[in-house]
T-cell receptor, first 115, second 109 residues
Framework: NAGVTQTPKFRVLKTGQSMTLLCAQD?????MYWYRQDPGMGLRLIHY???????AKGEVPDGYNVSRLKKQNFLLGLESAAPSQTSVYFC??????????????FGPGTRLLVL | RKEVEQDPGPFNVPEGATVAFNCTYS??????FFWYRQDCRKEPKLLMS???SGNEDGRFTAQLNRASQYISLLIRDSKLSDSATYLC??????????FGAGTRLTVKP
């Protein structure tokens, strides 16, 4: 049981390049999330998904797209990377809407540097 | 006012000390709250959930003050292994968790 995994662990991009970050979970969780974490700031929600085939915008969605074609995978795409997207990206998943709020399981993170 | 605010620290305490962190939040409708622990360059991991007035788990106690809209985390008998950043998390709906920037704790021998 690997939990939540993220690929790649680290990447350097040039401005304007595109890339896709992959998140995979083997816990059969319905809900998946993408966050970014910047120095001095908390994690900020980019996009999330409440089930296969569904996605929704979070707090900071601009410049990113997502897809959830399979329940276990949640992809985050950057179509044209900008230096402002240099960050650490965390994926998370949770079983669903627990009665008093979800507790999330996080992947190990992807460090992205955009030059 | 930020949605979730924490004292960034750092808090530097000796082993065995008691230390407390506060977190204030702006959404009065939030019903549950979470403390996560994040080690350097690692992912956050759930430490405690707070649903009513408080919760206790061993050396860790979380308390909630709804009237003043703050949550606290108390760590007793600090260990070197408690050194980490502690994140306060407040759901703004079931799918939108707002994270504080974190409070850094260093426990020294």
């Amino acid at each position: 049981n690997a939990g939540v995994t993220q690929t790649p662990k680290f990447r350097v991009l040039k401005t304007g390049q595109s890339m896709t970050l992959l998140c995979a979970q083997d816990m059969n969780h319905e809900y998946m999330y993408w966050y970014r974490q910047d120095p001095g700031m908390g994690l900020r929600l980019i996009h999330y998904s409440v089930g296969e085939g569904t996605t929704a915008k979070g707090e900071v969605p601009d410049g990113y797209n997502v897809s959830r074609l399979k329940k276990q995978n949640f992809l985050l795409g950057l179509e044209s990377a900008a230096p402002s997207q240099t960050s650490v990206y965390f994926c998370a998943s949770t079983a669903g809407t627990e009665p008093l709020g979800p507790s999330q399981y996080f992947g190990p993170g992807t460090r992205l540097l955009v030059l | 006012r930020k949605e979730v605010e924490q004292d960034p620290g750092p808090f530097n305490v000796p082993e065995g000390a008691t230390v407390a962190f506060n977190c204030t939040y702006s959404n009065s409708a939030s019903q549950s709250f979470f403390w996560y622990r994040q080690d350097c360059r690692k992912e956050p991991k759930l430490l405690m959930s707070v649903y009513s007035s408080g919760n206790e788990d061993g050396r860790f106690t979380a308390q909630l003050n709804r009237a003043s809209q703050y949550i606290s985390l108390l760590i007793r008998d600090s260990k070197l292994s408690d050194s980490a950043t502690y994140l306060c998390v407040v759901p703004y709906n079931n799918n939108d968790m707002r994270f504080g920037a974190g409070t850094r704790l260093t426990v020294k021998p």
